[in-house]
């Protein structure tokens, strides 16, 4: 514990840096992924096109994106802005599945009798089946965010930072303490971001709050298994 | 975007095959290494999660495993590397800990998709419990557990570039070289490479996944499908009626 | 002949699914154990064949105590037809139907050939065998599971609501077959159904069945509809409703030498042949059911 107490500052600042870059992917997929799941909920065809790209998106190795994209956009190599981007695309490939699967599992009688009530197309998306996709979007959220904050270390090995700089720094110097530090550090955000998540979809999704216990099982390995 | 072609070209160059350091080398390291990987998570994690699956028991695995997503990889690896020395053993044990949990859910969400009307008339009519998991559950749970090791495959091959930090080879290897002398085309045509893999291994286990569906549930799908159509033409006509 | 003696259970949790149930069940008829959801019929069936086990009391089939039988060797002998089929689904239809003398070790060539004749047994046809259940109707389906338990010649056969999922049409088609089959085949026929109609049409003996499992009434559907011991089986066969209590019609003027009949409420029941003012009477023996024998599987397909 000597050399957590000796480098409290450093390890701080590196939270810190590894909550500014791992924080905008999460969110920014969960709203682009939205009008993507849309397109391929509504367009049968598009479906196939864009989970196809999304799933090729994913088969793209973290280290490698993470050099392409300067490339492409001009940055330097150790810019903390070539992993935000790399981790929202990440998370966009992961979400657009979500989000079109959630909605895909809205019950047709229940978009029907929307439909029959007259709501107009735009409020029936935002006011019914947006909200009803909810169960599955947290699951997929879940699983975006705990990937985003466990992937953003790999910056570390390109010395962008965040914590997976205790990771190289560690490695170098043959600090076994400061590289279990970094991995606590990485789980104790994860697990706190996880919760918030559920938290946060307890408090918009009240509805999902008496689900059986069988239903929270199957719910929960969605999470697992996707 | 000279650099792609740089990239390309560096890939392509004759100079950079054959020997310890030729792509070919380095491309069968990192194939090597992902096998050992997979082979070793699947021996743990197909049994266990078939185990959880047959009895219903212990569930709680599978969920805690998915958990160990949070751990990061590199981290894992690098203090794995100080404990026993650079080389193989320090990645191969660190990614199979990055691949158990998705065999294990696939193992066991194949196992529990199953009917469980079907199981109970399979030992209804007299089937032991070893004829219901290797008669029903494992053929019938075939697909989700080769999902599984669709994405298991694909993390591996993936972080695998990871491996050369611990001098361990691999694609990475070139990555990391390239990242030293900041030679980009070598850097590009390492990802370039590993990338491909990553695509081929996708579409190896997408056809084998196809492959394994068993022919009469493949059969009960397009029997929804269709009926799915016709519901839909019922509805629209009931619609436009 | 099956023998229930003061046959118990009870689960963890302390629920008593079947108290102190005991019956005779006779071999060659078909029983009939009728009565709501969660009276505890279901559980009283796969006792039969060991699906579950009683907590106390003793199960006999031909004087020896199954208990000292193993399972899977006691479900190899004894049919089983449930709901919804369940048939396997990676199997074709003749795969699933030879299931059960394949794992007795018949050579599968034979075991096959058993299977075809056993589709034209049920009114299944032939080229229907390569078939996988998806490909198949829900009347064609259980079918196909009826035949999947006659498959090893039992001589018991168990049936947990077979025809609950098939609509009224496919299931009063069923009923019959299964009537039929019965007169063919004279098996020991254990039958659960919540449909006290389809309990009357079947039963040689019915069973009427309150909460945990406590016999209400025993005995034929004449004699039980002649003589409801209860209120509760007055309700639970619609008498009190008057639905089975019939009159001759009042208003219907004769058609020819037909009476029409009307429950209590006036509505329209049957009819009933009065030659010269002689009201009939049925023949008592053989009793047949059957409306009709057709095998045709219309509105099945």
């Known amino acids: 514990m000597v050399w957590v107490f000796n480098n409290l500052t450093e390890i701080w600042q590196h939270t810190l840096e590894h909550l500014q870059i791992a924080l905008p992917p999460i969110i920014l997929s969960f709203i682009i992924a939205i009008p993507l799941g849309w397109l391929a909920k509504r367009f049968p065809p598009a479906r196939g096109t864009i989970l196809t790209l999304a799933s090729l998106l994913y088969a793209i190795p973290s280290l490698p994106l993470l050099i392409v994209i300067p490339v492409l956009i001009g940055t330097g190599l150790q810019d903390p802005i070539n992993v935000v981007i790399a981790l929202t695309l990440y998370g966009i490939a992961l979400m657009a599945r979500s989000t079109a699967d959630g909605l895909r599992s809205v019950d047709p009688d229940v978009r029907q009798s929307a439909t029959a009530l007259g709501y107009s197309p735009w409020t029936q998306f935002w006011a019914v089946e947006f909200p009803l996709a909810g169960p599955v979007l947290l699951a997929g959220i879940r699983v975006v965010s705990v990937s985003t904050i466990s992937l953003t270390t790999v910056g570390g090995v390109l010395g962008i930072p965040g914590l997976g700089l205790l990771f190289t720094d560690g490695f170098q110097r043959g600090l076994v303490e400061e590289i279990t530090t970094g991995i606590v550090l990485v789980i104790v955000i994860a697990v706190v971001m996880d919760t918030v998540l559920v938290m946060l979809g307890r408090w918009l999704m009240p509805w999902t709050r008496v689900a059986s216990p069988a239903v929270r099982r199957r719910r929960n390995l969605r999470a697992v298994t996707t | ?241 | 002949m099956i023998e229930f003696r003061s046959v118990s259970k009870q689960y963890p949790d302390g629920t008593r699914a079947v108290d102190e149930f005991s019956l005779i069940i006779p071999s060659r008829k078909t029983t009939v154990l009728v009565g709501s959801s969660g009276c505890g019929k279901t559980t009283l069936l796969r006792m039969i064949n060991r699906m579950v086990d009683p907590t106390s009391g003793v199960i006999e089939i031909d004087g020896k105590d199954i208990s000292t039988i193993e399972p899977v060797h006691l479900r190899r002998d004894v049919g089983y037809v449930m709901q919804n089929s369940g048939l396997l689904p990676h199997r074709r239809v003749i795969d699933n139907v030879a299931t059960v003398p394949i794992l007795k070790g018949v050579p599968k060539k034979q075991a096959h050939e058993d299977a075809l004749a056993l589709l034209d047994t049920v009114g299944l046809d032939r080229s229907l065998a390569d078939r996988y259940p998806a490909q198949l109707s829900g009347g064609q389906q259980q079918r196909v599971g009826v035949a999947r338990g006659l498959a090893a010649n039992p001589n018991i056969l168990l049936m947990d609501e077979p025809f609950g999922a098939v609509d009224p049409i496919v299931r009063t088609d069923l009923q019959n077959e299964t009537l039929r089959l019965q007169r063919e085949l004279d098996k020991t026929v254990v039958f659960v159904t919540h449909d006290i109609d389809e309990a009357f049409l079947l039963g040689d003996q019915v069973i009427i069945l309150e909460k945990g499992a406590h016999i209400a009434q025993q005995g034929s559907p004449e004699e039980i509809l002649a003589n409801p011991v209860s209120e509760f089986v007055a309700n639970f066969i619609g008498a009190d409703r008057g639905k089975r209590r019939l009159a001759v019609s009042s208003i219907a003027h004769p058609q020819g030498d037909d009476l029409v009949l009307v429950d209590a409420g006036g509505y329209a029941a049957g009819v009933i042949a009065a030659p010269g003012g002689q009201l009939a009477t049925a023949n008592p023996t053989p009793k047949s059911r059957s409306i009709s024998n057709k095998t045709s599987q219309a509105g099945d397909a």
């Open chain 2, 1 to 241: 975007m000279n650099i792609f072609a740089e990239g390309i070209a560096w890939l392509f160059d004759p100079a950079h095959y054959g020997g310890v350091d030729g792509i070919d080398t380095r491309i069968g390291e990192h194939i090597m290494i992902s096998v050992i990987v997979l082979a070793i998570a699947a021996v743990i994690a197909i049994p266990v999660g078939y185990l959880i699956g047959h009895t219903g028991r212990g569930r709680v695995i599978v969920v805690v495993s998915g958990g160990v997503r949070a751990l990061p990889t590199l981290g894992l690896m690098i203090l794995i590397a100080l404990n026993v020395g650079v080389g193989l053993e320090a990645p191969v044990i660190a990614f199979v800990v990055l691949a158990v949990p998705s065999i294990l859910a696939g193992a066991y969400a194949g196992f529990d998709a199953v009917d469980r009307r079907t199981i109970d008339a399979a030992r209804a009519v007299g089937m032991t419990e070893w004829q219901i998991v290797t008669k029903v559950e494992i053929p019938l749970g075939l697909p989700l557990l080769m999902g599984g090791l669709r994405s298991a495959s694909l993390q591996v091959i993936a972080t695998a570039t990871l491996a050369d930090y611990v001098g361990a080879g691999g694609l990475g290897h070139f990555l990391f070289l390239g990242l030293q002398t900041r030679d980009y085309p070598q850097m590009l045509a390492g990802s370039i490479v590993v990338v491909l893999l990553a695509l081929f291994s996708e579409l190896l286990f997408a056809i084998l996944e196809r492959l394994v569906v068993p022919a009469g549930v493949r059969a009960g799908e397009r029997a929804d499908n269709q009926e799915d159509v016709r519901a839909k033409s019922v509805r629209s006509r009931t619609a436009t009626g």
